[in-house]
């Protein structure tokens, strides 16, 4: 084989600066391990940034601080009843690579306070399915105080952010500013908000929020304190990989392309494939994406991977959930809160419900698709006048006007009137209307147990009696919002071990590669355990491929020495 020519060495290259990405970074400067981090973009942060801040970290210390004990052997019971045993759902969600995630968890907690990150336990966000063995009704989830972006000057300008600066918003406080005209706790969650966001601007600081705040710690961890080089607008477009051993890497850039020799390893953190509408069919049956996530995220460094006998796993499978559908002036709406309030109902094409309304998310869009694409992409949200002036509809927040204009939302006086302007079956809908509210009458919904368990209720009103999830569809004007099927980026990708190593299709490791968050396949397999089940396992196994990298040059420096 001809002796390759670089243009340039380093240590441990990362490509992609989401929450997997800079945790590898960051835990392979730790080693000492010389690192650059290469975005495809022009703007850093990933969906990370773009997200909700939310991290699944089970057993983390913040836990006991709450009185919410909690074990690893709870957390593997909770994982095989919610998500299914290993064996189910194949080697994304191996045994091994759960063991690793849950014994890991509390360590990147800890280890990432003792890089500064100040870390918040969600303490009454419940798992999503909190009543079966081993879930917890609150604690696992943790997210990030608000960081002062004015720290990074002019660099921030290039930060990717669904909640700009100044916005110092916690994934916590949204439960509450949904009812905050409706509920005293709600009116004091909004206040709270408030003064957090005034006292930020009175003290000059421009204070993040959200995965904002997630993505800028990291990078400023790995930026400003580790001093790791960071380029933007350099994707990766080749890996180097030699008898089954990746020791270079290829990247475009401003200045041209550039062959890198890597000494250690290459860890891919550059998310799914998101927008990458031909995947999406393939893969999905999908003919149109209404994703919430990074819009840089078309699935190249996943190819690539394949391209050097990579194995893929999950590729159906997508972070799901429904979404009022864009305009021309507004983007897709991801609904969560919403969906949970009384005086509101989604129903298909032909006017009937098929879903607890108030489920995770991941399992709505299931439902979406197990009742068939034809009749629910798009459905129907049905709101009472009560909703609009009781509850925050994020949605007409971003353009109510817009959604109108275009039919995306219609109103009307009367549920016939309504009907009629949607196209669904009148006797169907009526019928569904006047079911539904009976059990709003009797707390009970007898249909679809919607308002049965925790997790319903977090995002109800417990100012409605006997359901705080449940209440009539009665009072007009009414308004009908038409629902996709939507998600916050896509579950497969590229399989790895229990250490992010990826794998061939023979199962065997690619030495040197190493893959975690959205561009491998997720160790939740298909469902959705708890509120960060992404990010935290993506801290997680990004952090367990930037030690191991640094361990596997170790052990290979010290047989060459031998």
Known sequence: MAQQKWDEEVDLLVVGTGAAAMSAAIAGADEGLS?????????????????????????????????????????????????????????ASSLERRQAFVRTAPVVHSWLEGHGMVWKTAKKYPDYYPDLPGARSGGRTVEPAPFNAKKFGDFY????YSMP??????????????????????????????????????????LTGLGASLSARLMWIAKEEQGT???????????????????????????????????HGVHLGAGGFDHNLEWREKYQGLDVEYS??????????????????????????????????PTSKTPTTFIVSERSMPHSIIVDQEGNRYVDESTSYVDFGHAMLEHGLERTNHSWMILDARFGRKYLNNAFLA?????????????????????????????????????????????????????????????????????????????GPFTAMKIVLGDLGTKGGLLTDENARVLDT???????LYAAGNCSAAVAGRTYPGAGATLGPALVFGYLAGKHAATRVQKDAAVAAA
């Open 35 to 91: 690192v650059l981090v290469v975005e495809g973009s022009d703007k850093w942060g990933g969906s990370t940034g773009m997200s909700g801040g939310g991290c699944w970290l089970p057993t983390h210390p913040g836990m006991k601080e709450i009185g919410v004990p909690d074990s690893e052997q709870d957390v593997l019971t909770y994982l095989d009843q919610c998500v299914g045993t290993p064996e189910e759902v194949g080697p």
């Open 157 to 160: 300008k290039s930060a990717r």
């Open 165 to 206: 600066p100044g916005v110092p918003l916690f994934a916590g406080d949204t439960y509450l500013l949904a009812r905050a005209w409706s509920t005293p706790s709600g009116m004091v969650g909004g206040a709270r908000f408030v003064f957090r966001a005034l006292g930020g601007a009175v003290s000059g600081r421009r």
């Open 229 to 263: 080089e960071v380029r933007l607008s350099t994707p990766l477009t080749d890996l180097v990989v030699e008898d089954g051993v990746c020791v270079g890497a290829v990247v475009d850039g401003p200045h041209g392309e550039r062959r890198i020799r890597i000494r």
């Open 292 to 325: 919430s996530g990074n819009p840089y995220n078309t699935g190249s460094v996943i190819e690539i991977g394949r391209r050097h006998g990579a194995d893929v796993a999950l590729m159906d499978d997508a972070w799901w959930g429904p979404s009022v559908a």
């Open 399 to 475: 353009g109510k006007k817009a959604l109108l204009a275009e039919g995306v939302a219609v109103q009307a006086d009367t549920l016939k009137e309504l009907a009629e302007k949607i196209g669904v079956d009148q006797d169907a809908f009526k019928a569904t209307i006047q079911r539904f509210n009976g059990f709003a009458r009797s707390g009970k919904d007898e249909d679809f147990d919607r308002g049965h368990d925790a997790y319903d209720n977090y995002y109800g009103d417990p100012g409605v009696k006997p359901n705080p999830n449940l209440g009539e569809i009665a009072k």
């Open 506 to 512: 023979d199962g065997q490791v690619i030495e040197g």
